[in-house]
Nanobody, 123 residues
Framework: VQLQASGGGLVQPGGSLRLSCEAS????????IVWFRQAPGKEREGVSC?????YYADSVKGRFTISRDNRKKTVYLQMNNLKPEDTAVYYC????????????????????WGKGTLVTVSS
């Protein structure tokens, strides 16, 4: 299983970015894909997940949209109205299924994840 996140960068508050997670076709057929993030000094936070449905953490609901293009073997995370607190390294990982617990997407039990991409929201 190979996963590669890309698309991060520096953006001003209120701006947008689209992250991409390239995966093998096998991965998309058999696993849910989780986007999670980790900021310095903070715990890992699951922000979105896609299987047959889509799931979002309360902190990003209404601002982030997850989607997939099976032909391109890619899962996207469209991030709008970005806030400084969204600053983190973003990763994509595989999971057996999607679940939201206490307002966050569950990341316990993820099978694989790749290198992350840094998102910095600052003026």
């Amino acid at each position: 299983v190979q996963l590669q996140a890309s698309g991060g960068g520096l953006v001003q508050p209120g701006g947008s970015l689209r992250l991409s997670c390239e995966a093998s076709a096998f991965t998309l057929d058999y696993y849910a894909i989780v986007w999670f993030r980790q900021a310095p000094g903070k715990e890992r936070e699951g922000v979105s997940c896609i299987s047959s449905s889509t799931y979002y953490a309360d902190s990003v609901k209404g601002r982030f949209t997850i989607s997939r293009d099976n032909r391109k073997k890619t899962v996207y995370l469209q991030m709008n109205n970005l806030k400084p607190e969204d600053t983190a390294v973003y990763y994509c990982g595989t999971h057996g299924g999607c679940m939201v617990l206490d307002g966050a997407v569950n990341t316990d039990g993820m099978n694989y994840w790749g290198k992350g991409t840094l998102v910095t929201v600052s003026s």
